[in-house]
């Protein structure tokens, strides 16, 4: 039976990953920052499918966070066959007006958590010549977005590492692959303080189970990214392909200004 590692694993994307893998029989690691809400899915998901399901409570913005995460299976003796690194947040508004502290740990988060957790697993991947790791990027990923700035470009980056990091581990039996989803029914736009105007005008917002159905697809055709939500979020992402790159972050500029 493997064990998958999921971070953010208290709500949306996350605890979808938990629910549909619990229903294949894999046992779980689950992390993120609510203990109360880890445990009472842990709870659930033992109950409904006779798995084990551990919980670690960190905030992976802090300094040694992957370490402290990575020390604990290790003590335990838990071989992490699938890392899903999803926790991450943004923040909208003019990057000069916004919090400091902020945009630094969503770098923490988006991008350096996700780095020292995929240093820590892959090893024993390769080794084993089989594994999964599974990167949470987005269709903000494929263009600069005014107002996102920090988020779109750390998205930028998880995007271009895991490519690079699926070419890099093919041979060894490891599928790397990058999961970038559009709208999804999360807390993202809460948490990123989006004007209340704008959230009403968004539209094909997808489901977090569509999203991680998708994605599970994916890994069976050894794919290294996959863009969720169908036609519309593909041809956004492709559009930086035929248009130059100031005509599309000025369109975005308009389109994202409150």
């Not at 041809?235 to 790159?245: A, G, H, M, S, Y």
Request: aromatic share 8%.
């Amino acid at each position: 039976m493997s064990t998958a590692l999921i971070t953010g694993a208290s709500a949306g994307i996350g605890k979808a990953f938990a629910e549909q893998l619990a229903a294949r029989g894999t046992n779980l690691v689950l992390v993120a920052r609510s203990e109360d809400k880890l445990q009472e899915i842990a709870s659930d998901l033992k109950n409904k499918h006779q798995i084990q399901v551990d919980v670690i409570v960190k905030d992976l913005t802090e300094a040694n966070a992957a370490q402290f995460v990575f020390d604990i299976t290790d003590s335990q003796g838990l071989t992490i066959d699938v890392l899903i690194n999803n926790a991450g947040f943004g923040d909208y508004g003019e990057f000069s007006s916004r919090d400091g502290e902020k945009q630094i740990k969503m770098i923490q988060l988006n991008i350096l958590s996700l780095v020292d957790l995929t240093h820590k697993f892959l090893p024993l991947m390769r080794i084993n010549r089989a594994g999964t790791i599974i990167n949470i990027s987005s269709i903000a990923a494929f263009q600069p977005m005014p107002y996102l700035s920090v988020y779109a470009a750390s998205k930028a980056f998880v995007l271009n590492f895991s490519e690079a990091l699926w070419a890099e581990n093919r041979d060894y039996g490891v599928k790397v692959l990058v999961v970038c989803p559009g709208p999804t029914e999360t807390n993202f736009f809460n948490q990123a303080n989006f004007p209340e105007s704008f959230t009403s005008k968004t539209s094909s917002i997808s489901a977090p189970d569509e999203v991680v159905k998708d994605t599970l697809a994916a890994l069976e055709t050894n794919k290294q990214t996959i863009v969720n939500g169908g036609f519309v979020n593909n041809l956004i992402t492709n559009l930086p392909r035929f248009l130059p790159r100031e005509t599309i972050v000025g369109i975005l500029e308009k389109q994202f200004k409150s």
